[in-house]
């Protein structure tokens, strides 16, 4: 049996937890492949499709945007990349695509050669409002896309229960069997304690003194702008690390410049890190940081949570989406209440803003119960979150689909 895994994001390329999806599963696949499966097909081949340079990996083909769309609005020039994909699935027995950037590639390989589509929602736009500020009337195309293609994939895989929930609610015509839970995994020989301290003294990072250290896009939904103005209340002696770039649009870019700005002038011990560091520079600061911060107000799993517990740390997050199935309050990190309007802002910012700055306190300046959580937290992302059981659990499903 051979697989298509359809994705925007693939290493080197990769801003998001789609790609780092994308990269385990095909990797934990590969591993499969081979392996006798009673009943059911053998996994021999799975190759990767995806958007950007050239990649030297075998097994992977890289699509540029279509020369004569240059200029265009993005969504027609992802459309015309999933025009190229779905002739290059030729010969396939199956097609798994991921996000609404490669939805539509999926959805017209199952029309045009007759193969089972499976789509993984990592998100789903009509629950990311603010994504019209980056793609215009692009985002309506985004939309049609990834609906038209759930409606008519032969399964669809959410990677959380909530992340299910979410889209029976946004798609009622879908099948309620069609719709499978596989949790997103993570690599706990990769993402492991390093007690190195070099990558830290290097960005300026003490290792002696307390920090809170976020991880991710400058993207609305990821609640930046929530951090900085909760930041501004926590000890002067908590440093507050901040790796983020990749702004999604020049608005929210020119709002968080602000906000650091406004924070350092209030404080000192804030460190912005805006260019993408290697995953080692990353572990090691997650490893060191007194509590990893996730302000999301839309997060359907949260792969970056799992990161920080496979490194021991503990983590603070909002209570949306899939982050209460991965984040056990009181005992991996501390769960933020909010009460959300329809486009997932707070419904009282203003306390959710305070709420955040409380838990953060309570954490960053009692370290022996941080870290006694942070221990806690790669248990249990051993115990549960895996890649193998990840890709096992595909792997039926593929299963299911051929019949």
Not at 3 to 9: G, H, K, N, S, W
Not at 95 to 106: D, E, L, R
Request: glycine share 8%; proline share 8%; net charge negative.
């Amino acid at each position: 049996m051979r697989v298509d895994l359809l994705t925007r994001e693939y290493p080197p390329e990769v801003y998001g937890g789609a790609g780092v999806h994308v990269e385990y599963l095909a990797r934990s696949l590969r591993a499969l492949a081979g392996e006798h499966r009673p009943g059911g097909p053998s996994l021999t081949d799975v190759r990767v499709r995806c958007f950007g340079v050239p990649r030297p990996e075998p097994g992977v083909t890289a699509y540029a945007d279509p020369p004569d769309l240059t200029g265009s609005n993005p969504a027609l020039r992802t459309l015309g990349v999933n025009l190229a994909m779905v002739d290059g699935v030729a010969g396939t027995d199956l097609v798994h695509s991921h996000t609404w950037y490669a939805n539509m590639a999926g959805h017209l390989a199952k029309l045009l050669h007759g193969v089972p589509h499976v789509v993984t929602a990592h998100s789903l736009e009509p629950l990311r409002p603010w994504k019209a500020e980056q793609l215009g009337g692009g985002y309506a195309i985004a939309c049609w896309c990834e609906r038209t293609a759930f409606e008519a994939a032969d399964a669809v895989i959410a990677v959380s229960s909530g992340m299910r929930d979410d889209i029976l609610a946004t798609y009622p015509a879908l099948d309620p069997d069609r719709v499978r839970v596989v949790y997103n995994g993570i690599d706990t020989d990769e993402y492991r304690p390093d007690p190195g301290t070099g990558v830290l003294e290097r960005l300026g990072i003490n290792p002696s003194a307390p920090s809170v250290v976020f991880v991710g896009r400058i993207a609305r939904q990821k609640g930046l702008p929530y951090l900085l103005r909760a930041a501004a209340s926590l000890p002067p002696e908590v440093q507050v690390v901040l790796l983020a770039g990749a702004a999604d649009t020049p608005e929210i870019a020119v709002e968080v410049n602000k906000l650091v700005d406004g924070l350092r002038a209030r404080r000192s011990n804030v460190v912005w890190v805006q260019a993408m560091l290697p995953k080692s520079d990353v572990i090691q600061i997650l490893t060191h940081a007194t509590v990893f911060v996730c302000p999301s107000i839309y997060e359907p799993l949260g792969i970056v949570n799992l990161e920080a517990m496979a490194c021991e740390t503990a983590v603070v997050a909002t209570a949306t989406g899939g982050i209460p199935e991965v984040v056990e309050h009181g005992v991996t990190g501390l769960l933020v209440p909010i009460e959300q309007e329809r486009d997932g802002t707070p419904v009282q910012p203003d306390r959710f803003v305070a709420d955040l700055a409380a838990a953060l306190t309570e954490l960053a300046t009692d370290p022996a119960r941080a870290a006694a959580m942070g221990k806690a937290g790669r248990e249990r992302v051993m115990d549960q979150f895996s890649w193998r059981a990840v890709a096992q659990r595909t792997l039926q499903i593929y299963a299911e689909v051929l019949g």
